[in-house]
T-cell receptor, first 113, second 114 residues
Framework: DQQVKQNSPSLSVQEGRISILNCDYT??????FLWYKKYPAEGPTFLIS?????DKNEDGRFTVFLNKSAKHLSLHIVPSQPGDSAVYFC????????????FGTGTRLQVTL | NAGVTQTPKFQVLKTGQSMTLQCAQD?????MYWYRQDPGMGLRLIYY???????DKGEVPNGYNVSRLNKREFSLRLESAAPSQTSVYFC?????????????FGPGTRLTVT
């Protein structure tokens, strides 16, 4: 039972355009969501997060939107840069789970020149 | 400040052999985690330790054991390796007091079992 789903395995975007990565979840207990970025042969690195009490969080070129009623979140990258090419993982957790994260399967973003 | 370190980086085992993956963090975090990453499967939690002296099973614990040696170190042991355990293993740590749930990951150990 995949509680966090990233239905697009890959995405290709031109440099300077917007990248939109999507994530859906099924567990209504999740109340905190994170995005991680992973380069080949490296560990995932934290990118941005959002609590369920908000519907938007912004950090520079990265914005995460949360739609609780649809159990959907998205990561927007504007403008996209070649260095953003990586695999992006969505993760979710809820209070009282010892910070255990449930990860999606990842979306590989390629930013082309 | 090295963050989370893992040894070894690569390992090849024969079926039935045993080995221990080492992990250490220097951020004084309370919680530590072991994940495996397989193609198309994302990261799956094997075991975690919410605090020094405690360990609990995650989503895929079968075939593994863990030891939280002290606050810094959390090791993962494969007693009798199987080809299904071929994977990339990541250790992570987090500070649970801040309620941000952010985990910091090591660089990973790529394990092949033949």
């Amino acid at each position: 039972d995949q509680q966090v789903k990233q239905n697009s395995p890959s995405l290709s975007v031109q440099e300077g355009r917007i990248s939109i990565l999507n994530c859906d979840y099924t567990n209504s207990m999740f109340d905190y969501f994170l995005w991680y970025k992973k380069y080949p042969a490296e560990g995932p690195t934290f990118l941005i997060s959002i609590s369920s009490i908000k519907d938007k969080n912004e950090d520079g070129r990265f914005t995460v939107f949360l739609n609780k009623s649809a159990k959907h979140l998205s990561l927007h990258i504007v403008p996209s840069q070649p260095g953003d090419s990586a695999v992006y993982f969505c993760a979710a957790t809820h209070t009282g789970t010892a910070s255990k994260l449930t990860f999606g399967t990842g979306t590989r973003l390629q930013v082309t020149l | 400040n090295a963050g989370v370190t893992q040894t070894p980086k690569f390992q090849v085992l024969k079926t039935g052999q045993s080995m221990t993956l080492q992990c250490a963090q220097d951020m004084n975090h309370n919680s530590m985690y072991w994940y495996r990453q397989d193609p198309g499967m994302g990261l799956r939690l094997i075991y975690y330790s919410a605090s020094e002296g405690t360990t609990d099973k995650g989503e895929v614990p079968n075939g593994y054991n863990v030891s939280r040696l002290n606050k810094r170190e959390f090791s993962l042991r494969l007693e009798s390796a199987a080809p299904s355990q071929t994977s990339v293993y990541f250790c992570a740590s987090s500070e649970t007091q801040t309620l941000t749930y952010e985990q910091y990951f090591g660089p990973g150990t790529r394990l092949t079992v033949t």
